[in-house]
């Protein structure tokens, strides 16, 4: 915990306008520790700022353990979101509402300590060893805690379509922040790693977990090698594209996309995947009754929809035939992810209960298996958008 003061000092360090008058937590968060911070005019320099005379202000403290290289994060997220601005400026859109605007360090706060730190302006690092950046905040926007109904997942596909079409024509690699993320070659390795450890005892019970994930193997390598040999472009890709993560103005247009941390270089039918896995399923991630877990072709139809209603003419032949696979792709790799955690003796995900991890597995296996059963519906979906 961080008292006022010493949070009023990291502030210090960053070039707002106006005078900083006070500051206070944002909530619910859940990886960064976020705060708003607002200011007054500051009639004593007299700059009549671009973003205002008393802006306010969003302070974040980047979690490290997540990302071990912020800078490289940092740096990501300055190339994407000047790309985008370039975009939006060029559209005659409000370049402070439309985009994210990071803001830099004053630049004689920087030592000369330092001065020798990768991309030194975006962050300040404080005594204790943790990381702090600031944005601008932008006001009137609102932001949707879960998408549920058809109308909040059109705009929830509208807004992550609308940042991969602003982007579609990026191509600086950006920093890997989390190696391997969607790798499913790299996931196979540590898959056959964890069977290999047999860390906890379980392999022998799990024969017909396994055979759901060894059954599917060279489907979903030979997906991956089309991303590899580059038939599926690379691009930015979000990488958390909760609906929560999309700003609003008030009749509900998307302003833009926020919390871009995530943000690497890869397919973007990464994120179209993972956000049908997260917004369609009609149970819980840990659902006990399988009978309550499916996908929603109602759900899926309307993301799908808004997606592709930013992203006509960006998109290339591959990455549309491939578009409605992505789900599974993505679902899959959870599966994955959730029966090696368990396999491993539920090392990664924070378990309630010991048979938790295995409860998961099951749960995303059912959802897989209804995306499997309801595919032909999907391509045709993703045809007539
Ligand atoms: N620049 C901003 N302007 C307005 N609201 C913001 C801004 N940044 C974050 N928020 C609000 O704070 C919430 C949490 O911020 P976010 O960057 O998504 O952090 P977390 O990692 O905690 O999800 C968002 O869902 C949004 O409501
Ligand atoms: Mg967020």
Redesign the pocket.
Known sequence: MYTEKELLDIVSRFDTAGKVEGIKA?G???????F?VTTTPDDTTAISSEVGKSPRY?L?RK?HIVFPDVPGMMHNIDLVTAHIRAKVEAAGGDPLREV??VTRRRPESITSEEAAMPYNDLYYKDSNGNWWAM?????G???YEKADTPALAYKGGEGIGKFQSQLADFTTPLTETIKGFHNIRWRFTQWDEAIKRDAASRVKDLAEEISWIESRRKEMLDFWSLVEDGTIPTRVTHN?TKI??I?FDKDGEVLCV????TCMSSTSLNDFGDAIRSYTNTGAEDDQDLSKVSMSLELFEAYTKGYLSQRKGTMTKSELDYLAFSARYITFEQVLRFLMDYIDGDTYYKTKYPEHNLVRTRAQYKLLQSMEQQFDKMEQIVRLA
Do not use: A, V
């Open positions: 944002l619910p968060g859940f990886i960064n520790d976020t708003i969003i974040q979690n994210l605007t944005c601008l905040f932008i006001e926007s609102i932001t958390d929560s993560n700003l926020i919390d871009l941390d």
